[in-house]
């Protein structure tokens, strides 16, 4: 990584295999918590995505603690809770979580957290969510809602792009793109032009560099409402199977676009590590899905382990802005 202001880049030359991965669960409807009774926070604990009752955690509310029995319940005397406003999880197997919650009047709540092993790991949710392969664990940053794509027509230098690329790329884009939500939304809608949507944060605009830099095929900002995909259409080495940008290049930009970072796991579409028809074809893997999945389940601004921020308000940091090939 190279700072520049707020604008880091990374260049990688990035490459990918396959493996075998756990699948992304799929979501259950979370068990409803029990009814506020007056004076007292009540609620449920869950996993992280499928919503299962989770037994044996440590719920605490300042200088008050309780156990969950198996239905995952818990309540605290809201008299004895002072002006603390963070509920804690802890326990052996769950990744210690903090969240805000109000206690200025009975409340009922249900809280996840996330079960750490059966296919999660923390050192790789580190990597995909965090970045932290390349620099030190950030804040969870990614869409509230599905983004819209403008695609460009035409390069930097104002050359027309040939419709059959445009169809490849416009065909990539669209080809999974819930894969990096946990199914919560994929892409609104891919729109063409000569013009840009950088700055709409409603917008993801891909655009064609020209000239192309050597080293890389491609780059976008990260999780980033109006921001950017940069295609490196010019470099020959980026050319596969007739397209002028890979197929697995335009999904790896996509990802970044949504939220995530690099990892060094053989079969990520996101790897650093991709070689053979993964250049060509890469696909987001089960790993990724699996990860992407639990990060789309907390608030922008989620910090490392899985501390959500003060306010339930979803407000997007802009800074720094981080570029990523």
Same mark, same amino acid.
């Given at each position: 990584?190279?700072?520049?202001?707020?604008?880091?880049?990374?260049?990688?030359?990035?490459?990918?295999?396959?493996?075998?991965?756990?699948?992304?669960?799929?979501?259950?409807?979370?068990?409803?918590?029990?009814?506020?009774?007056?004076?007292?926070?009540?609620?449920?604990?869950?996993?992280?995505?499928?919503?299962?009752?989770?037994?044996?955690?440590?719920?605490?509310?300042?200088?008050?603690?309780?156990?969950?029995?198996?239905?995952?319940?818990?309540?605290?005397?809201?008299?004895?809770?002072?002006?603390?406003?963070?509920?804690?999880?802890?326990?052996?197997?769950?990744?210690?979580?903090?969240?805000?919650?109000?206690?200025?009047?009975?409340?009922?709540?249900?809280?996840?957290?996330?079960?750490?092993?059966?296919?999660?790991?923390?050192?790789?949710?580190?990597?995909?969510?965090?970045?932290?392969?390349?620099?030190?664990?950030?804040?969870?940053?990614?869409?509230?809602?599905?983004?819209?794509?403008?695609?460009?027509?035409?390069?930097?230098?104002?050359?027309?792009?040939?419709?059959?690329?445009?169809?490849?790329?416009?065909?990539?884009?669209?080809?999974?793109?819930?894969?990096?939500?946990?199914?919560?939304?994929?892409?609104?809608?891919?729109?063409?032009?000569?013009?840009?949507?950088?700055?709409?944060?409603?917008?993801?605009?891909?655009?064609?560099?020209?000239?192309?830099?050597?080293?890389?095929?491609?780059?976008?900002?990260?999780?980033?409402?109006?921001?950017?995909? &940069? +295609?490196? /259409?010019?470099?020959?080495?980026? #050319?596969? $199977?007739?397209?002028?940008?890979?197929?697995? @290049?335009? %999904?790896? &930009? +996509?990802? /970044?676009?949504?939220?995530?970072? #690099?990892? $060094?796991?053989?079969?990520?579409?996101?790897? @650093?590590? %991709?070689?053979?028809?993964?250049?060509?074809?890469?696909?987001?893997?089960?790993?990724?899905?699996?990860?992407?999945?639990?990060?789309?389940?907390?608030?922008?601004?989620?910090?490392?382990?899985?501390?959500?921020?003060?306010?339930?308000?979803?407000?997007?940091?802009?800074?720094?802005?981080?570029?990523?090939?």
């Amino acid at each position: 990584m190279r700072p520049l202001g707020l604008l880091m880049t990374v260049l990688v030359l990035a490459g990918c295999d396959r493996m075998q991965a756990p699948q992304a669960p799929s979501a259950q409807p979370a068990p409803q918590p029990p009814p506020a009774a007056a004076g007292y926070l009540t609620g449920r604990v869950v996993a992280t995505v499928t919503g299962e009752p989770l037994g044996g955690i440590t719920v605490g509310l300042g200088s008050q603690h309780v156990e969950t029995p198996a239905s995952g319940s818990f309540a605290f005397d809201l008299a004895a809770a002072g002006t603390s406003s963070r509920l804690s999880l802890s326990a052996p197997g769950i990744i210690p979580r903090s969240v805000a919650v109000a206690v200025a009047a009975p409340t009922q709540l249900t809280v996840d957290a996330i079960v750490d092993g059966n296919g999660f790991s923390l050192d790789y949710y580190r990597r995909l969510v965090r970045g932290t392969l390349d620099r030190p664990a950030l804040p969870l940053r990614r869409w509230t809602r599905a983004p819209r794509i403008y695609l460009r027509t035409i390069d930097e230098q104002g050359l027309p792009v040939d419709e059959a690329h445009l169809r490849q790329v416009e065909a990539a884009l669209l080809d999974d793109p819930a894969a990096w939500t946990g199914g919560h939304f994929g892409i609104a809608e891919v729109l063409r032009g000569t013009a840009t949507r950088e700055g709409d944060p409603e917008w993801i605009t891909v655009k064609w560099a020209n000239p192309s830099v050597d080293s890389i095929c491609g780059q976008a900002q990260v999780g980033y409402p109006g921001g950017w995909i &940069e +295609l490196h /259409h010019l470099n020959p080495r980026c #050319h596969c $199977d007739g397209g002028l940008v890979s197929q697995a @290049t335009v %999904r790896h &930009e +996509l990802g /970044h676009a949504m939220g995530f970072f #690099h990892t $060094d796991e053989p079969g990520d579409v996101l790897s @650093t590590k %991709r070689s053979g028809t993964e250049w060509c074809y890469g696909r987001p893997s089960a790993l990724e899905r699996f990860h992407a999945a639990i990060a789309y389940s907390r608030p922008v601004g989620n910090v490392d382990p899985d501390r959500d921020p003060g306010s339930a308000v979803q407000a997007f940091d802009p800074h720094p802005i981080i570029v990523v090939d």
